[in-house]
T-cell receptor
Framework: AQKVTQAQTEISVVEKEDVTLDCVYE???????LFWYKQPPSGELVFLIR??????QNEISGRYSWNFQKSTSSFNFTITASQVVDSAVYFC?????????????FGTGTRLKVLA | DAGVTQSPTHLIKTRGQQVTLRCSPK?????VSWYQQALGQGPQFIFQ???????QRGNFPDRFSGHQFPNYSSELNVNALLLGDSALYLC?????????????FGPGTRLLVL
């Protein structure tokens, strides 16, 4: 069965600190996709990144970076020099659509509070 | 380019009533998925519609039903509302290319059942 675990319920940091959000997943499939979404107080889930299981290269986008490690089934998300606008709930999700399952399995989310 | 839109934004119903939520997908997308997000939890998959058919269903009772129209917009219907149906209902649209897709979400409908 597929499962996504985000063990950190809530993290508080001071502005300009770096912060890493952890995501551990479980799946029996060899082909799958991993995602990160941001959910600000307005409620809309904002897509941040998609990663396929065959590409373990780390990715950087501005202050955001992602570390995908198949050996530990982890897909961690780091925000460098955090800002107050980064305050939100962040969700990691898993999809194994190539095997015919179209739903996304979400973790329980990590609430990030960035203090000024 | 309009993103995913949902209506209404908020809704208050009483137990036993029925509710219909609406979703318009992002331009160019042909697939709509619905999720329920309880307070403090991650979204839970309800079902997905593609080519006007329910393609996959999550672990939700038959009180939850849906429809997709020829213009790809979709409705979620919930009958015989329970207090536990109070949640944020999220619609996501996508377009699969070579089997790869990303779901883009709307702002959601907050349903409160009293």
């Amino acid at each position: 069965a597929q499962k996504v675990t985000q063990a950190q319920t809530e993290i508080s940091v001071v502005e300009k600190e770096d912060v890493t959000l952890d995501c551990v997943y479980e799946t029996r499939d060899t082909t799958y996709y991993l995602f990160w979404y941001k959910q600000p107080p307005s409620g809309e889930l904002v897509f941040l990144i998609r990663r396929n299981s065959f590409d373990e290269q780390n990715e950087i986008s501005g202050r955001y970076s992602w570390n995908f490690q198949k050996s530990t089934s982890s897909f961690n998300f780091t925000i460098t020099a955090s800002q107050v606008v980064d305050s939100a709930v962040y969700f990691c999700a898993l999809s194994d659509a190539p095997s015919g399952t179209y739903k996304y399995i979400f973790g329980t989310g990590t609430r990030l509070k960035v203090l000024a | 380019d309009a993103g995913v839109t949902q209506s209404p934004t908020h809704l208050i119903k009483t137990r036993g009533q029925q509710v219909t939520l609406r979703c318009s997908p992002k331009s160019g997308h042909d697939t709509v998925s619905w999720y329920q997000q309880a307070l403090g939890q991650g979204p839970q998959f309800i079902f997905q519609y593609y080519e006007e058919e329910e393609r996959q269903r999550g672990n939700f009772p038959d009180r939850f039903s849906g429809h997709q129209f020829p213009n790809y917009s979709s409705e979620l219907n919930v009958n015989a509302l329970l207090l536990g149906d109070s949640a944020l209902y999220l619609c996501a649209s996508s377009l699969a290319i070579a089997g790869v897709e990303t779901q883009y979400f709307g702002p959601g409908t907050r349903l409160l059942v009293l």
